[in-house]
Each structure stands twice: as C-alpha cells, then as structure tokens.
C-alpha cells in the first residue's frame, strides 16, 4: 500500500507542477472569466437584479450596458459600470447584458434589450421612466457623461463622482491582473 500511495503522491505533485498558472489579462480579447468580478471588484452586477421588462414596468430609469466578456474595451469599462451602481444605488435599475445571447436574434419589442443594441461594445443605453431613450452611446463613454443623463432622466442631483481606475488593480481580487 505505502508504494501505491507514495506513487500517487508522486504523480500529483508532478500534475500540480506541470499545470501553468492562470492569469487574467486587461488588454487581451480573452475569456478570464466575470469581468466585473475581475476588474472591477463587484460580482453583484450579474446577473442583473430586474429585467428591462421588469423596470419598464415599475417606471423605473433603467441603464442597460451591452458588454462581452472576452473583450478588453468591456473589461476596462467594468470600473465605470461598477462605480455606476455605487453612485445610483437603488434609484436605477442598472442592466448589464453580455451580448452573446443578442446576436442575431431579433427585437421583439421595446421591452426586449435587442431593440437597444446597435452592435457596439461596450455600449449605454439610460432608458427613462417613460420608457424613452435619453442616452445612447458606445465605447468608453465618460462616466460624468452617463451620470448627467441619469441625473435627467431621474430628476434627482448627480452625485459626486469619483476617481475610476480603469487601467489598473484597486483590490486584493485582482492585483494578479496584468495590463499587457
């Protein structure tokens, strides 16, 4: 038995060192995984609390995010969606949707987040409590910017911004992160 065992131990310890680590990267179009988790430190955003369906509904200002999370514009804009919940809390409803189950599907109706979506990514959308579009951008748009048209669409003050790291690691979860 004792040269079984030291034989298996032998062989997990080989596996264990022959493994390469993993790492996640910022500027690579690659899988690391939860973008929001990773870069921005805030796993709660997906999935999202409500639909668009749901917020259209209660009359609430939704802010919908069209991301992927294979792609370093969306991961270098998590920060910004992150800080987004952090400022609005729950006087939004903030939507962020990975756009692999989007594509090539058809809208089928203003409740459907596919009615939004010009292909972009990242890409807002602020949608008002009246169901109208009151913002409509793509890339990396400024927070400042997201923050006046929820700030319109709600008819509450914009809060105070804050600084947004989007180049680099700002918590223990993500110091592994490099920016290659």
């Known amino acids: 038995m004792a040269p079984l065992l030291k034989l298996l131990l032998g062989l997990s310890a080989a596996l264990l060192l022959w493994v390469a ?3 996640a990267v910022l500027n690579t ?3 690391d995984g939860n973008i929001y988790a990773l870069y921005a430190g ?5 999935p999202p609390a409500n639909t668009l369906g749901e917020a259209m509904d209660a009359g609430r200002t939704s802010v ?3 991301y992927l999370d294979d792609s370093a514009v969306s991961k270098r804009f998590a920060p910004v969606v992150s800080e987004l ?10 939507i962020p949707l990975t756009t692999d189950g989007l594509q090539g599907r058809p809208a089928t109706g ?6 939004y979506w010009n292909g972009s990514i990242p890409q807002v959308v602020v949608i008002g409590p009246d169901s109208r579009v009151v913002f409509d951008r793509d890339g990396q748009v400024p927070l400042a910017e ?4 929820i700030s319109s669409a709600t008819g509450l003050p914009a809060p105070e911004l804050g600084d947004v790291n989007q180049d680099g690691s700002f918590n223990e979860v ?4 490099t920016s290659n």
């Not at 805030?42 to 997906?46: H, K, P, Q």
């Not at 203003?110 to 009615?115: A, F, I, N, S, Y």
């Not at 997201?146 to 048209?149: K, S, Y």
């Open 21 to 23: 680590p993993v790492g």
């Open 29 to 31: 179009d690659s899988y």
């Open 42 to 46: 805030n796993g709660s955003l997906v």
């Open 64 to 66: 919908v995010i069209y």
């Open 85 to 94: 919940q952090r400022l609005w809390g729950r006087s939004i409803d903030l």
């Open 110 to 115: 203003p409740k459907d987040p596919v009615t």
């Open 146 to 149: 997201i923050n006046q048209a």
């Open 174 to 177: 993500n110091v592994e992160v």
